[in-house]
C-alpha cells in the first residue's frame, strides 16, 4: 500500500533509509525546517539549509521515487534570541514560491518562554500574509500539555487563522483532543521512547477516528524510525482495520491536508 | 471505533501487558538496588503516582499518565508575559 510520511527530517537519513521507505510503499515526504541538534552560528547558515530543504534534498529523493515537500520557518530551540530570529524570518520570504514549499513550519514553543512566543507570533503572522499553511511543533515531554494549550490560544486569538490549513504535531492522549475539538488537524509521532508507539497511534484511530489525523515518523538523528508509518499500517492491519481505512490516514489524509497548499501536485 | 470485543483484546494483548509490567517491575528494582534514597525525588512521586492510575477501574489511564508528567498550564501566561 502506498503511503505519504507528512513529517520527516530526510536531509538526516541516508539513501539506504529513502530507498528502505520506498520499497515499503512511500511515496511522498513532507520535511519541517527544524533544530540542526546544535544551533546555527548566523542567518546565513539558516540560508543554505532553506537552499538544502528546496534544492538538493528533492533531489535526493527522487531516483527512489519519493516526491519531496518541505516546510520553511525557525524552529522553537533557536527562536528564543527574538533578533535571530527576525533576520532569519526575513530570508523566508523569497522560498515560499518554491516548488516544494508547503508552507511555514516546523515552529511552535519548546520551553514556551516570552521569547519563544514572540517569535512564534512574528511567524504565524508572515504565515497570514503569505496565505501559507502552518505545521506546528509541540514541546517534548513535560512542557508539552502547556505548551500545546499556549499555541492554540495564540491561533484562537488571530481571526485570520483557518484551523483547517493548520496541523498540530506530536500529539499524545493528553492532547490530540484539543488539536481535533477546535478543528485542527492532529499530527502523531512515533518514536521508540517519546511521543507515541505504533500501538498507540491506532488507539488513537480507534477512540477520535480517522478524520482529521496524520501520522509521522518525524525520524532525524536521534533515535527514531523512518520506517515508522509502515509499522502503524502493520498494526493497524493486525487489529484488523480495513485497507480503506489504513489508506485513508496513510495517505489521504495527508494529501488532503497538503493539497491546500498552491504548491502541492498530486503524486 | 472498537474493533474487537475486551475479551479478544485481552487474548491478545494479555502476553504484551504481562510483559510491560514485568520489566517496569524489574526497572524499579534497578533504581531500588542502587545506592542511596530516591523515593523523595520528585519524578519518584510522579511514577508512584502513575502506578496508582493504572488500577483505575475506568478508561483514560494513557492520558491520565501523561497529566501527571506534565507541568500545569496557567490560562492567564499573556498576562503573566505582559502581551
Known amino acids: 500500500m502506498e503511503f505519504f510520511d507528512p513529517h520527516i527530517h530526510i536531509a538526516s537519513r541516508t539513501t539506504d533509509d529513502l530507498a528502505t521507505m520506498a520499497m515499503m510503499g512511500c511515496r511522498v515526504v513532507g520535511e519541517p525546517a527544524f533544530w540542526m541538534g546544535y544551533d546555527r552560528s548566523g542567518a546565513n547558515s539558516f540560508y543554505d539549509y532553506f537552499r538544502q530543504l528546496t534544492e538538493w534534498e528533492p533531489k535526493r529523493c ?138 498507540r497511534a491506532v488507539d488513537m484511530v480507534e477512540m477520535y477516528g480517522p478524520e482529521r489525523i496524520l501520522v509521522n515518523s518525524s525520524a532525524d538523528w536521534g533515535p527514531s524510525d523512518p520506517t515508522a508509518v509502515a509499522k502503524f499500517m502493520l498494526a493497524m492491519r493486525q487489529r484488523k482495520h480495513s485497507d480503506a481505512l489504513i489508506r485513508r490516514i496513510v495517505y489521504d489524509n495527508p494529501r488532503q491536508f497538503c493539497g491546500q497548499s498552491a504548491n502541492y501536485r498530486e503524486p | 471505533m472498537a474493533a ?15 510483559s510491560h509490567l514485568i520489566d517496569l517491575a524489574a526497572l524499579l528494582d534497578r533504581v531500588d538496588r542502587g545506592d542511596g534514597p530516591w523515593r523523595d525525588d520528585p519524578r519518584a512521586v510522579q511514577v508512584i503516582q502513575s502506578l496508582q492510575a493504572l488500577t483505575a477501574a475506568e478508561p483514560g489511564r494513557a492520558e491520565k499518565l501523561l497529566q501527571i508528567f506534565s507541568l500545569s498550564y496557567d490560562a492567564a501566561w499573556r498576562t503573566t508575559f505582559n502581551l
Open chain 1, 62 to 199: 527522487a531516483p527512489y521515487g519519493l516526491r519531496h515537500y518541505c516546510w520553511l520557518g525557525i524552529n522553537a530551540k533557536e527562536a528564543e534570541n527574538v533578533a535571530f530570529a527576525r533576520e532569519v524570518i526575513a530570508l523566508l520570504p523569497e522560498f515560499l514560491s518554491r516548488p516544494n514549499v508547503l508552507g511555514i513550519g516546523e515552529i511552535g514553543l519548546h520551553k514556551c518562554t516570552r521569547n519563544e512566543v514572540a517569535t512564534l507570533q512574528a511567524l504565524i503572522d508572515l504565515a497570514m500574509q503569505h496565505q501559507q499553511q502552518m505545521l506546528f511543533h509541540t514541546p517534548h515531554l513535560e512542557d508539552k500539555y502547556k505548551g500545546t494549550r499556549m499555541i492554540l490560544d495564540l491561533l484562537r486569538a488571530d481571526r485570520r487563522v483557518s484551523p483547517a490549513r493548520v496541523c498540530i504535531d506530536h500529539c499524545e492522549e493528553h492532547t490530540i483532543r484539543l488539536a481535533l475539538d477546535e478543528g485542527y488537524w492532529a499530527g502523531i509521532t512515533l518514536y521508540p521512547t517519546t511521543k507515541a508507539t505504533p500501538q
Open chain 2, 4 to 18: 474487537s470485543s475486551a475479551p479478544d483484546v485481552l487474548q491478545r494483548e494479555f502476553l504484551t501487558i504481562r
